[in-house]
């Protein structure tokens, strides 16, 4: 009998990716962020955003989601601020430093995106996409 490998296949090419984001981030500078907070960056709107739709676009819940909102905090990339729709809601924002280390986040992750593109060919990487997007899909 065959022993399921896919699972295991799947945490061990995420695992590589984010060793190659955090050694991209590290090439810019980026020593303190962590690809999973670099990621989060990325989620938050210029204008702001809520905390329940950084998750939700997170793919984390509400509480993980704040824990990272309150390490961004702490280290000055993210404030929050009044809802001016809703009072008793939170807008999270991006502070100065905050917009320009997502704009080094989003380079350090289009470039190991790249090199992945070159690894396996446009139209692999192109199915790989189609593919995990189906596996995803799924759970949903």
Same mark, same amino acid.
Request: glycine content about 4%; some cysteine.
């Given at each position: 009998?065959?022993?399921?490998?896919?699972?295991?296949?799947?945490?061990?090419?995420?695992?590589?990716?984010?060793?190659?984001?955090?050694?991209?981030?590290?090439?810019?500078?980026?020593?303190?962020?962590?690809?999973?907070?670099?990621?989060?960056?990325?989620?938050?709107?210029?204008?702001?955003? =809520?905390?329940?739709? *950084? +998750?939700?676009? $997170?793919?984390?819940?509400?509480?993980?989601?704040?824990?990272?909102? #309150?390490? %961004?905090?702490?280290?000055?990339?993210?404030?929050?601020?009044?809802?001016?729709?809703?009072?008793?809601?939170?807008?999270?924002?991006?502070?100065?430093?905050?917009?320009?280390?997502?704009?080094?986040? =989003?380079?350090?992750? *289009? +470039?190991?995106? $790249?090199?992945?593109?070159?690894?396996?060919?446009?139209?692999?990487? #192109?199915? %790989?996409?189609?593919?995990?997007?189906?596996?995803?899909?799924?759970?949903?």
């Amino acid at each position: 009998m065959r022993e399921p490998v896919l699972p295991r296949r799947l945490i061990e090419a995420s695992r590589s990716l984010d060793r190659e984001i955090e050694e991209s981030l590290r090439d810019r500078c980026l020593w303190e962020l962590k690809p999973s907070q670099a990621r989060s960056l990325l989620t938050v709107e210029r204008t702001g955003t =809520r905390l329940s739709d *950084l +998750a939700h676009r $997170a793919g984390i819940t509400k509480q993980r989601m704040m824990q990272v909102v #309150d390490e %961004l905090q702490s280290m000055g990339y993210l404030r929050r601020t009044p809802d001016p729709e809703d009072a008793r809601a939170k807008v999270v924002r991006l502070t100065a430093k905050g917009l320009r280390h997502r704009a080094e986040a =989003r380079r350090a992750m *289009l +470039a190991v995106e $790249a090199r992945a593109r070159r690894r396996l060919g446009g139209r692999r990487y #192109d199915q %790989l996409e189609v593919m995990l997007e189906e596996l995803y899909s799924v759970e949903e």
